[in-house]
């Protein structure tokens, strides 16, 4: 059966030409159309996108696909999580109008070799410690804004750095796409919403806290008039070796639009942390 008759009042397509045409159809009927790129597995973090693209576009297109080329050969994309019922159902009840699921055969047909690459900034954070991740970012929001041929595409502001990179990428390359950050969504105990925290045991999710505590006692400095970067950041991570079990990757920071790093924060600046808590890598910012 084929995927769209799964909801009555939302299409989900799994082909490329499929989700163009109905893309197209919306903007010859004048809608404003709303992308929000994910991986599935849906948390609040990811409803708070699809609400934020509801209220200012008329046709919201989601995306779930688990994109491969952002993962590293040790990474988890075998086990990343996946839940398409579960996230289809969410979905529908936000009002979405579009699902576009492709399989990995569809977006990367055999013999593909083209990438993007925002050169300079997708190895700074992240793109350090996990070569090739931000390569494959670039490369499948690239694909999906020229699929959707969206107005409007929503990303998180967890992932910072992603957002920048892709900001980047849109003006270097004259995308007709306005890029919306919506903020952080944390649980009521501080921690950043994410797919990943399905994976934490009882105790590692506890020990995880450090993230978004070594970020406020970072901010609460900040705000008592600290202003050099280099004394902030060893602010956090006295904070963050406090939890032995937790194994810092990084924590910089930063100009939230060139990932630069600051001697002195003069303007608005970034604030990045990436840690391990067991196996599970996490991500966290906070900007001052």
């Known amino acids: 059966m084929p995927l769209w008759w799964i909801c009555l009042s939302m299409h989900i397509h799994e082909n490329i030409e499929s989700t163009r045409s109905a893309s197209r ?41 688990v994109n491969p080329t952002q993962f590293g050969p040790n990474e988890d994309f075998a086990k990343y999580p996946r839940m398409f019922e579960r996230d289809c159902a969410l979905l529908e009840k936000e009002g979405v109008g579009v699902v576009f699921a492709p399989s990995i055969g569809e977006m990367y047909p055999s013999g593909a070799v083209t990438y993007v690459t925002v050169e300079g900034m997708s190895d700074k954070l992240c793109g350090r410690s996990r070569p090739g991740h931000f ?43 306005e890029i919306v950050v919506c903020p952080i969504v944390r649980e009521p105990d501080g921690l950043a919403m994410s797919s990943r925290n399905a994976y934490l045991t009882p105790e590692q999710r506890k020990s995880a806290l450090v993230l978004s505590r070594a970020l406020r006692r970072v901010q ?58 067991g196996n599970t890598r996490l991500i966290d910012n906070v900007c001052l």
């Not at 280099?230 to 990757?249: H, N």
């Open 220 to 277: 609460q400095v900040f705000d008592q008039g600290e202003r050099n970067a280099a004394k902030l950041i060893e602010t956090g991570k006295q904070v963050m070796a406090e939890e032995a079990s937790v194994r810092q990757d990084y924590l910089e920071i930063v100009d939230p639009e060139t990932l630069e790093g600051v001697a002195v924060v003069s303007a608005k600046s970034l604030v990045a942390v990436a840690a391990f808590a």
């Open 135 to 177: 390569r494959g970012v670039t490369t499948v929001v690239s694909k999906l804004f020229h699929i959707v041929e969206p107005d409007l595409a929503f990303f998180g502001q967890k992932d910072a750095a992603q957002v920048a990179i892709i900001k980047r990428m849109v003006r270097d390359l004259n995308m007709p796409v």
């Open 25 to 65: 159809a919306a903007h010859r009927e004048g809608k404003r159309i709303g992308l929000v790129p994910t991986m599935g597995a849906l948390h609040e973090g990811h409803l708070s996108l699809v609400r934020a693209a509801r209220s200012q576009c008329d046709l919201v297109v989601v995306s779930i696909f």
